[in-house]
């Protein structure tokens, strides 16, 4: 698996992408930020050597590296999923890759169902911590001691200088920004009325099927990460309706523009 994402990252940076310093992770929906990169190179996945190609159709494919609010960014077009059928290590496999071509923080974005009352549809949280629902971990199997330590501490699993610039971030903007635990389960469908009392009840304020591996996978390697989720729905068991994947689309795309500023602002100040 290190011979894969060497040849991986060699192959990067042999088309140019030197010396990023942020990369980004673009969630469901959420590719305004995509728009604002001034982008020198892009290659979709189906080119890289090593990478699973996004099978998800609201997932572009492409990696994109470019400048971004005066800092160089490798930018991810599109996630992979445990749904998907992907390995663990298929999944985490871009940030692994920016890690190896110089990054220095991970800024992560996801769509996800809010489980807080108080947090409503359309509305950003900010994740402070997270349940991990998974079936499977990023780093079972032999550890690749060149990324990082057999254990590796989750005792502060998202950057705590990275939150904290960007819960101030938010105030001079006037962006209301959540803060809350996010709850990674493994998808493709969405959760049952019991189950969304029970991720409540063991104290999740937000669901969703992404994430967590990548964050993870930051944390074995000792890169700083952040993440945002756009709330897309509300996930009320005792007035729970069907959902149409449509809506949620919407609502992130609506949102987006907050998200946005937010990430571009923190860019600045890294």
Not at 25 to 52: D, M
Not at 134 to 151: A, D, H, I, S
């Amino acid at each position: 698996m290190m011979d894969e994402l060497l040849e991986s990252a060699d192959w990067l940076r042999s088309k140019g992408m030197d010396a990023p310093e942020v990369g980004i992770i673009l969630g469901t929906g959420l590719h305004g930020l995509a728009k604002q990169i001034a982008v020198e190179k892009e290659f979709n996945y189906s080119v890289i050597p090593h990478f699973p190609i996004a099978t998800v159709e609201y997932h572009f494919g492409k990696l994109l590296y470019g400048n971004l609010a005066g800092k160089k960014v490798i930018a991810c077009q599109g996630r992979f999923h445990y749904y998907e059928g992907y390995s663990m290590h298929q999944v985490v496999m871009p940030v692994r890759v920016m890690k190896l071509l110089g990054v220095k923080s991970i800024l992560l974005s996801n769509a996800s169902g809010s489980l807080n009352p108080d947090f409503k549809k359309g509305s950003l949280m900010l994740i402070d911590d997270h349940i991990n629902m998974q079936p499977e971990n990023p780093l079972r199997g032999l550890n690749m001691e060149e990324l990082g330590v057999r254990f590796p501490d989750m005792s502060q699993p998202y950057d705590a200088h990275l939150n904290q610039s960007l819960k101030a971030i938010a105030q001079e903007l006037e962006i209301p920004l959540h803060e809350g635990v996010y709850a990674s389960v493994p998808g493709p469908n969405l959760e049952t009325r019991a189950e969304y009392r029970f991720l409540r009840m063991a104290g999740a304020d937000a669901v969703g099927m992404s994430t967590v591996p990548e964050v993870i996978a930051c944390n074995h390697m000792r890169l700083p990460c952040c993440c945002i989720s756009v709330l897309t729905d509300e996930c009320n068991p005792e007035t729970l309706k069907p959902v149409e994947f449509n809506e949620i689309l919407a609502t992130a795309q609506q949102a987006e523009g907050k998200l946005t500023q937010l990430y571009m602002e923190l860019i600045q100040r890294i």
